[in-house]
């Protein structure tokens, strides 16, 4: 089992940048590809990014490709979210999850544990 805290979210005009971390309990953090996903109000869940169990392999969904880098330190049990220009529509409460099944799923049904959530707005 893992549990997981974010950390990061806050307020922050269009083309700027934040960074988001989630910190993993336990010692198999390194077993679990690990996501980001995010939710606006009204909305569903939706994938923004993957990371295979070594960190060589990313995924990322289209509306975030180019801007948003998925990267991983398995020494510290964490996984990073660098968002560089950043739009209003990208304002959401943001989840880091784990998942020890599959792949870089894009799928929030395939991810075992999930962290709290952390905010993210974009002013325009």
């Known amino acids: 089992q893992v549990q997981l805290v974010e950390s990061g979210g806050g307020l922050v005009q269009a083309g700027g940048s934040l960074r988001l971390s989630c910190a993993a309990s336990?010692?198999?953090?390194?077993?679990?590809?690990m996501g980001w996903f995010r939710q606006a109000p009204g909305k569903e869940r939706e994938f923004v990014a993957a990371i295979s169990r070594s960190g060589t392999n990313t995924y990322y969904a289209d509306s975030v490709k180019g801007r948003f880098t998925i990267a991983r330190d398995n020494a510290k049990n964490t996984v990073y979210l660098q968002m560089n220009s950043l739009k209003p529509e990208d304002t959401a409460v943001y989840y880091c999850?784990?998942?020890?099944?599959?792949?870089?799923?894009?799928?929030?049904?395939?991810?075992?544990?999930w962290g709290q959530g952390t905010q993210v707005t974009v002013s325009s």
């Open positions: 336990g010692r198999t953090f390194s077993s679990y590809v």
């Open positions: 999850a784990a998942n020890s099944r599959q792949l870089l799923a894009v799928t929030a049904s395939a991810y075992d544990y």
